[in-house]
């Protein structure tokens, strides 16, 4: 089952906060985040394990929480460079991600 | 080589004919993946392979499609019968473990 993320689409002034959120109706033993730009290959972000650990990347951050079965990805102070879709991939436990419909971000100057 | 290479790039086919893309892992990757993106779409999984494991095909939307992956190395995936519908960026990713996924820069197929 593909996991739900909220919102769809955001529009960020640069230097402003946003999150993103990505639900799973299934048990959660991996949550990978990846950024997409338009016309090119997804690019890995961050990985989080079955812990609730939080992990950073940049001013990129990410929260897993496994009990709730859900994970948030937090852009703070965007940037330009942070524009594009953003995916969450919900793994389980033989390591195959199904990944959700995807979050496009756009931040302006 | 350094990263997932898929080839060809494009590719341009008729209605009904059949098509085969082709996935390079990266070296030492048990795990492959292919997925399928139509435009301004998610990723949609289409199967997986995991080291010797029997592959997980239950993402390939009909008996049109079909993958291999021989050596536990190259992979290539099949279009039978191509449809307009099949029109789509397919990419190929690979990890190791709970790695993360490294992605190929896809095949664009359109199917005219």
């Known amino acids: 089952q593909q996991p739900v993320q909220s919102p769809q689409a955001v529009i960020l002034r640069e230097g402003e906060d946003a999150v993103i959120n990505c639900s799973s109706s299934k048990a959660l033993y991996s949550v990978h985040w990846y950024r997409q730009k338009h016309g090119e290959a997804p690019v890995f972000l961050m990985i989080l394990l079955k812990g609730g650990e939080q992990k950073g990347h940049d001013k990129i951050s990410a929260s897993f929480n496994e009990k709730k079965q859900q994970s948030s990805l937090y852009l703070t102070a965007s940037q330009l460079s942070y524009s594009g879709t953003y995916f969450c991939g919900t793994g389980d436990s033989w390591g195959k991600l199904q990944f959700g419909a995807g979050t496009q971000v756009v931040v302006t100057p | 080589g350094a990263g997932v290479s898929q080839s060809p790039s494009n590719k341009v086919t008729e209605k009904g004919k059949d098509v085969e893309l082709r996935c390079d892992p990266i070296s030492g990757h048990t795990a492959l993946y292919w997925y399928r993106q139509s435009l301004g779409q998610g990723l949609e999984f289409l199967i997986y392979f995991q080291g010797n494991s029997a592959p997980d095909k239950s993402g390939l939307p009909s008996d049109r499609f079909s993958a291999e992956r021989t050596g536990g190395s190259v992979s290539t995936l099949t279009i039978q019968r191509t449809q307009q519908e099949d029109s789509a960026v397919y990419l190929c990713?690979?990890?190791?473990?709970?790695?993360?996924?490294?992605f190929g820069d896809g095949t664009r197929l359109s199917i005219l």
């Open positions: 990713a690979s990890s190791k473990g709970e790695q993360p996924q490294h």
